[in-house]
């Protein structure tokens, strides 16, 4: 018997709001197919207002001084550190990892807002002399100096697979530099954003340097990148969903960091004995290849459905759901594999220990 899903809600303008349109978005644990909580489904409306609030705030959030960032960065890697298995858990059950790989990603949470405090502190110009220069005349008794400002308003999308790690890798360099922040998790993963939204908050970071608004890319995410109020988009996910932003964004003259489907095409012979490849214990991830050429007429069905992938597992990656179960190809909304999963009711068959597999 499950609890009853938590309903939880988006930080914009400083408020925890529900969608605009009160629909909201169940988020599904992929391992047991529970629903773990509700989200607001954000609308167009929703994340217009998110980017006027960011625009109203930048000028504010850019005044910010490099010791107060660093002051309320380091706290929230503290935060992160005391509640690092809390988090752990919300990655296990959104994303479907095992809670020994959710662990790793929260510790590796914690290091990167430790590294963006720091760097904080080191957000340096330039001083020269342009002597060097013949042109204008005069040059060997001038000084010419640059000094860096925060970008404006800097836009963070990020995927399921890693939902923490690579919304801290966006989140953090974006605030140490100044910026006002929108977090877009993606509909499959949203919790740890919010969580991450909240420790963000008690640490001591202004609410107007944060925002948090989950609902569907098409609408949401489009709306964010046309904005003329963002200024920059970074975003990390399928290569389709990367080149529509580019298109998006580009039209606009918006600064882009687009970190799109990785280009590590995978050749697998039907000789080719797999599981004397990855040994027991490795933790393999086919769902987000890009390329796999099999000898069959489904790829993806032939590479999972040999021994080396075998699941067997609870929300939390442990023997829970004896019995056999292909779910193939589901996509989230970034056109990456959300779930490629098989579940075997006698892993000892192929000596691999329960809880070693899960993709």
């Not at 998110?50 to 504010?60: G, M, R, V």
């Not at 959030?61 to 858990?89: M, P």
């Not at 994303?95 to 020994?100: E, F, Y």
């Not at 929108?182 to 954003?193: F, G, N, Y």
């Amino acid at each position: 018997m499950t609890s009853e899903p938590t309903a939880r809600k988006m930080f914009i303008a400083g408020e925890w709001k529900d969608a605009s349109s009160g629909e909201t978005i169940s988020v599904v644990n992929p391992a047991t197919e529970d629903v773990v909580a509700t989200v607001p489904k954000g609308t167009e409306a929703d994340a217009k207002a998110a980017a006027d609030a960011a625009y109203d705030a930048k000028a504010k959030v850019n005044r910010i001084s490099a010791w107060e960032r660093y002051v309320f960065l380091s706290k929230t890697a503290k935060l992160l550190e005391e509640h690092n298995e809390e988090i752990a858990r919300i990655i296990a059950l959104e994303a479907g990892k095992p809670i020994r790989d959710s662990r790793t990603e929260a510790r590796r949470a914690v290091l990167t807002f430790t590294f963006a405090a720091e760097e904080a502190k080191r957000i340096y110009g330039e001083v020269y002399q342009p002597d060097a220069y013949p042109l204008p005349p005069g040059n060997e008794n001038r000084i010419v100096f640059s000094m860096r400002e925060p970008i404006g308003v800097v836009v963070c999308i990020s995927p399921f697979n890693f939902p923490l790690n690579l919304l801290c890798h966006k989140v953090a360099p974006a605030l140490a530099a100044g910026n006002a922040v929108i977090a877009k998790p993606t509909s499959e993963t949203p919790l740890v954003a919010i969580r991450l939204t909240e420790i963000l908050l008690e640490a001591g970071c202004p609410k107007e340097a944060i925002q948090v608004i989950t609902g569907p890319g098409r609408s949401v995410g489009n709306a964010l990148v046309e904005s003329p109020y963002t200024d920059l988009i970074t975003f990390t996910g399928s290569t389709q969903v990367g080149t529509q932003i580019a298109s998006l964004g580009g039209k606009r003259a918006k600064r882009l960091i687009l970190e799109m489907g990785g280009m590590d095409p995978v050749i697998v012979k039907a000789f080719v004995n797999l599981l004397g490849i990855y040994p027991v214990g490795t933790f393999v991830v086919l769902d987000t290849f890009e390329l796999a050429i099999v000898h069959s007429a489904n790829p993806i069905a032939e590479m999972v459905s040999r021994p080396m992938v075998l699941i067997v597992s609870d929300d939390l990656g442990n023997v829970k759901h004896p019995g056999d179960m292909v779910d193939l190809a589901e996509k989230d909304e970034h056109g990456n594999f959300r779930r490629t999963i098989i579940k075997t009711a006698d892993p000892e068959r192929y000596g691999i220990r329960v809880g070693d597999y899960f993709i």
